[in-house]
């Protein structure tokens, strides 16, 4: 190894100063990861909220940003009853199949390292986002098309019924988030996103004791939602080398 050097080379950094504000609005597809298990189909609700962002540099080809939400979402979960030979249960009373469903409203506040690739001020970038969320219980609401209070369990395949009574006992949900989506920008009109997201809970909604019904109850969620964000101040580019 005798004579050999190694050449170290800068590698260069572009800041910026751009600030960014908006909106986002979309549909949230969820459901609760219960154990002892509850058969589920995906809850559909909505979300909408405020958007903001600041892209503090461009290193090499990437964009880098800080991406925030202060977002009204409807979670929750759509139970599946159904029969051994699974098929839906048929209330007799109604002659229609059981439906239960709960709605479960947040303010859901997640922070997200943001990165791109493309276009930054006219045309299309792809980004990547993923960071942690927070989320404080507002309410809830249940669906349901029998009386919860003595639910047939002779037809069901699962007989799994105590959260019908159990309202939320957590009020505080946390967890971790990522989405990928594109974005177009317009240096007059703004910045336009399209975005699908995953979110899962790390949190429970109900009690996780060995004294408690359910050991796991978390929140987790498939997001699809659109932005529109808009930019504030001036963009400054300074050229910065990192050795």
């Given at each position: 190894m005798l004579g050999c050097s190694l050449t170290a080379w800068s590698q260069i950094g572009e800041h910026r100063n751009d600030f960014s504000i908006g909106g986002n609005a979309g549909l949230v597809m969820s459901n609760i990861g219960f154990d002892p298990?509850?058969?589920?189909?995906?809850?559909l609700g909505l979300t909408a909220g405020l958007s903001a962002?600041?892209?503090?540099?461009?290193?090499?080809?990437?964009?880098?940003?800080?991406?925030?939400?202060?977002n009204i979402t409807q979670a929750g979960w759509k139970e599946d009853i159904l029969t051994a030979q699974d098929q839906p249960v048929i209330n007799s009373i109604t002659g229609k199949a059981e439906k239960y469903?709960?709605?479960i409203t947040y303010l859901q506040i997640p922070v997200f390292a943001h990165l791109?690739?493309?276009?930054?001020?006219?045309?299309?970038?792809?980004?990547?986002?993923?960071?942690?969320q927070v989320g404080f219980y507002?309410?809830?609401?249940?669906?349901?098309?029998?009386?919860?209070?003595?639910?047939n369990l002779t037809?069901?395949?699962?007989?799994?019924?105590?959260?019908?009574?159990?309202?939320?006992?957590?009020?505080?949900?946390?967890?971790i988030a990522?989405?990928?989506?594109?974005?177009?920008?317009?240096?007059?009109?703004?910045?336009?996103?399209?975005?699908?997201?995953?979110?899962y809970g790390l949190g429970n909604i109900y009690g996780d004791t060995k004294r408690d019904y359910f050991g796991k109850s978390n929140v987790s969620n498939i997001v699809v939602k659109a932005a529109y964000l808009f930019s504030l101040g001036n963009k400054n580019k300074v050229s910065v080398k990192y050795n």
């Open positions: 298990t509850v058969p589920q189909t995906l809850h962002r600041y892209v503090c540099e461009k290193y090499f080809k990437t964009i880098c940003s800080v991406y925030a939400e202060a469903s709960r709605t791109a690739w493309g276009k930054e001020e006219q045309g299309f970038n792809f980004f990547f986002q993923a960071g942690p507002l309410g809830e609401s249940t669906s349901a098309n029998f009386d919860t209070a003595s639910p037809d069901r395949s699962n007989t799994v019924v105590a959260q019908y009574d159990m309202p939320v006992e957590k009020k505080f949900d946390y967890g990522a989405g990928a989506g594109v974005e177009y920008s317009h240096r007059r009109f703004g910045h336009f996103l399209m975005e699908a997201r995953y979110y």
